[in-house]
């Protein structure tokens, strides 16, 4: 069975075209995705500015992670499941839609990047973590993380209007 | 004059038929600017408010978390009302009509006109009341919230 021939499964199951056709749970689902990126992009953004050392140079990077891990990850959380129940409703139409397969490829990316960053903090402790101005390559991953997540939001936004 | 006419007298406007004679392509391009303005503006309401409930950021005082958010906060609110408009613009009578625009701009003004009024009373103390400050970012979220939700409806009504 092809990806094609299992995303026409998923549009064409019951749960799939109730949801893709109804008249409220579909916008609502949409504006859930749409409103958890405050907390999950949103708020990487501002971490990725205090690692750039632009932004509240002054609080300890350790802190401002661990006050924000359980909301950034809930934002994510609530990203993903209203994400998957969009691409249930609409599976095939999305794997050939050009901005949505752009999207994912910028999301592997960003998750890539995200772990790596991860594991990286938890081996180097976090002493390191809380200088004003961080390493080069946590630097690095900073820049590339606001590029990720941030292609993710305007080819997710740009994705209704691809035809192909 | 009613409002519907004031709808169609824009729509004939100079600047309304410039923004519809710009190819549609470009248009989009205030959609994703529109998107991300608005996260610009939510993200650091959500931590402001987060603040005001006692969660994150809690070495620093509320006054110093609003000093160091409220910047992008505004400059998010710049941006998408700038890209919102532009997109009111382009067709204001079917956004006049659209049965979710006027609910959506009447909230806009409402969370503005809160939103000032809690600044000016909670951010300024550096020991809000935690009752009032709590009651005021429970609205403040739910207002500017409920913004995004209309707005996203939009597109669907």
């Known amino acids: 069975m092809t990806l094609i021939e299992i995303a026409q499964l998923l549009e064409n199951s019951e749960f799939g075209t109730a949801l893709r056709e109804s008249q409220y749970m579909f916008p609502i689902v949409e504006g859930i995705h749409l409103l958890g990126l405050a907390l999950s992009f949103g708020l990487i953004f501002f971490i990725d500015l205090r690692l750039l050392g632009i932004f509240l140079p002054e609080v300890p990077i350790s802190l401002i992670l661990q006050q924000f891990r359980a909301c950034i990850f809930g934002g994510f959380v609530t990203t993903f499941i209203s994400g998957g129940l969009l691409f249930w409703a609409e599976a095939a139409k999305m794997l050939a839609n050009s901005g949505f397969q752009l999207k994912l490829l910028f999301m592997f990316f960003a998750l890539i990047n995200a772990l790596s960053f991860e594991l990286k903090s938890v081996r180097r402790g976090s002493a390191w973590l809380d200088q004003v101005l961080a390493p080069l390559d946590i630097r690095f991953a900073a820049c590339a993380s606001l590029i990720l997540w941030g292609g993710v939001t305007i080819f997710g936004r740009l994705t209704p209007y691809m035809s192909g | 004059m009613t409002t519907h006419t004031i709808a169609n007298t824009i729509q004939d406007s100079s600047v309304s038929t410039f923004l519809r004679s710009i190819d549609h392509d470009f ?31 809690k070495q620093q005082t509320v006054a110093q978390v609003f000093q160091a958010f409220y910047p992008f906060m505004l400059g998010g609110l710049i941006v998408a009302v700038f890209s ?32 000032l009024a809690l600044i000016l009373t909670t951010t300024q103390q550096t020991y809000p009341t935690p009752l009032f400050a709590k009651s005021a970012a429970l609205l403040s979220l739910t207002l500017w919230f409920g913004i995004g939700f209309a707005g996203r409806a939009i597109g669907f009504v």
Not at chain 2, 27 to 37: N, Q, R, S, T
């Open chain 2, 84 to 115: 919102g408009t532009s997109l009111f613009l382009t067709f204001p009578v079917m956004y006049y009509n659209n049965p979710m625009f006027l609910p959506k701009i009447g909230l806009l003004f409402l969370a503005v006109t809160v939103q």
């Open chain 2, 27 to 57: 248009i989009v391009v205030f959609e994703v600017v529109h998107v991300l303005g608005l996260l610009l503006l939510l993200s650091p309401l959500v931590v402001i408010n987060l603040r005001l409930l006692g969660v994150g950021l």
